[in-house]
T-cell receptor, first 114, second 116 residues
Framework: SQKIEQNSEALNIQEGKTATLTCNYT??????LQWYRQDPGRGPVFLLL?????KEKRKERLKVTFDTTLKQSLFHITASQPADSATYLCALRPLEGTASKLTFGTGTRLQVTL | NAGVTQTPKFQVLKTGQSMTLQCAQDMNHNSMYWYRQDPGMGLRLIYY???????DKGEVPNGYNVSRLNKREFSLRLESAAPSQTSVYFCASSGTRGPGAKNIQYFGAGTRLSVL
């Protein structure tokens, strides 16, 4: 069956360091992989999208990599700040089937401390 | 710019009661979605509407019905609420359609529902 896995344990890092979050998937041929941020009590907010034929995408302090051989995406936040503390979700839009659906991972909570 | 608006924000029901969760978007998006989010389970798709006039089941549709009232509005109905439906419900919308669609989704703030 199709599966998207994110580390369920919280990631605690010090301010100024680089945070790296992992998204692994199985039995999927994704056309696009997306990353969302979710703050407590709020809905997810879109951050970045990477296509299946792209290796890396950047936006300000954010970087996403996509390795379709390893079936893995890494999400990096450089020079992390306490304001980056949130839960980060990855989501896949499949290559085949309906383009109208995304499947979400369970998310990884990031805590950035001073 | 309101984006996606969900009502109510909180609701407590007794087992067997019915209710409708409302969702409206002002971005002229074609597609709309209802998810539930439970601890450790992530976001799970209940129903979606790829375009006005169509609705389809998602991963967990049992116990729910939906209505795509028009392009802006997509409602979720619980006919006979059960404690297992205690959850946070999110509505989302996305603009593009077709094989090349990126399907970036925009979410509402959620409805926190408790069924006693």
């Amino acid at each position: 069956s199709q599966k998207i896995e994110q580390n369920s344990e919280a990631l605690n890092i010090q301010e100024g360091k680089t945070a790296t979050l992992t998204c692994n998937y199985t039995n999927y041929s994704p056309a696009y992989l997306q990353w969302y941020r979710q703050d407590p009590g709020r809905g997810p907010v879109f951050l970045l999208l990477i296509r299946e034929n792209e290796k890396e995408k950047r936006k300000e302090r954010l970087k996403v990599t996509f390795d379709t051989t390893l079936k893995q995406s890494l999400f990096h936040i450089t020079a992390s700040q306490p304001a980056d503390s949130a839960t980060y979700l990855c989501a896949l839009r499949p290559l085949e089937g309906t383009a109208s659906k995304l499947t979400f991972g369970t998310g990884t909570r990031l805590q950035v401390t001073l | 710019n309101a984006g996606v608006t969900q009502t109510p924000k909180f609701q407590v029901l007794k087992t067997g009661q019915s209710m409708t969760l409302q969702c409206a978007q002002d971005m002229n998006h074609n597609s709309m979605y209802w998810y539930r989010q439970d601890p450790g389970m992530g976001l799970r798709l209940i129903y979606y509407s790829a375009s006005e006039g169509t609705t389809d089941k998602g991963e967990v549709p049992n116990g729910y019905n939906v209505s795509r009232l028009n392009k802006r509005e997509f409602s979720l109905r619980l006919e006979s609420a059960a404690p297992s439906q205690t959850s946070v419900y999110f509505c989302a919308s996305s603009g593009t359609r077709g094989p090349g669609a990126k399907n970036i989704q925009y979410f509402g703030a959620g409805t926190r529902l408790s069924v006693l």
